[in-house]
């Protein structure tokens, strides 16, 4: 079984009520890297008024923190928070940056201001599900270079990386619990006419259909 969480970073911004909120989404495997993360935020924006957040920093969902950050208490940090649990992701932090505009939004106010920035902030985010995998390298001669790709994409394996040398090689991350009839796939699509070799354990971040 594999988790779902962010791949890479991204930023959105919205207004309300004149003031500026800009959402700060990250992939964030530890804690370690979930602060540095924050730290980068704070850093870019030393003149905001807020900089709430909330993360869970492991796969579990046992490493979870937020912060009001100077907000009334539970306006902020935990609605943030609340949003990772809900879309059931994990190593997932989001920080929402608030420049203050002068008008008060109100607890209520301020709670929907900051659920509804971390629910646009994720809707926007690359999200995908992290697995482990074995990665597999089909090894072919050059006649049977076009039916090995055909059978690679056939197959959905977008992300294969190719390698030509004295024959060609096409390797690819494949689930663990899926290593078995893919193999015995390769073998059958391709007649036999393919050697193929087992490499590494990793965690992949597969595309979310």
């Not at 879309?87 to 203050?100: G, I, P, Q, S």
């Not at 690359?126 to 790709?149: G, K, S």
């Not at 690819?172 to 893919?182: I, L, N, Q, W, Y």
Request: with cysteine; aromatic share 10%; hydrophobic share 40%.
């Amino acid at each position: 079984m594999g988790y779902r969480s962010v791949f890479g970073q991204s930023v959105t911004e919205k207004t309300i009520e004149k003031s500026r909120f800009l959402t700060y989404v990250s992939r964030a495997e530890n804690e370690e890297s979930a602060r540095a993360f924050l730290s980068e935020t704070r850093a870019a924006h030393t003149a905001a008024t807020h900089v709430c957040y909330g993360y869970i920093a492991d796969t579990l969902g046992n490493v979870a923190r937020y912060s009001d950050d100077g907000e009334p208490q539970g306006t902020a940090g935990l609605p943030i928070l609340g949003v990772i649990k809900a879309k059931n992701l994990v190593c997932t932090a989001v920080a929402v940056v608030r420049y203050f505009g002068g008008i008060k939004l109100g607890a209520g106010g301020l709670t929907r201001a900051y659920c509804g920035c971390a629910q646009e902030g994720l809707l926007q985010a690359d999200i995908r599900e992290y697995a482990a995998c074995v990665e597999i390298t089909l090894n072919v001669t050059y006649a049977e270079v076009n039916a090995a790709m055909a059978f690679l994409e056939r197959g959905g394996h977008a992300d294969y990386k190719k390698n030509f040398g004295e024959g060609a090689a096409f390797t690819v991350a494949v689930r663990e619990e899926h290593v078995a009839a893919f193999e015995a796939a390769a073998r059958e699509y391709l007649n036999g006419r393919v050697r193929i070799t087992e490499g590494g354990k990793m965690i992949f971040p597969f595309l979310i259909s």
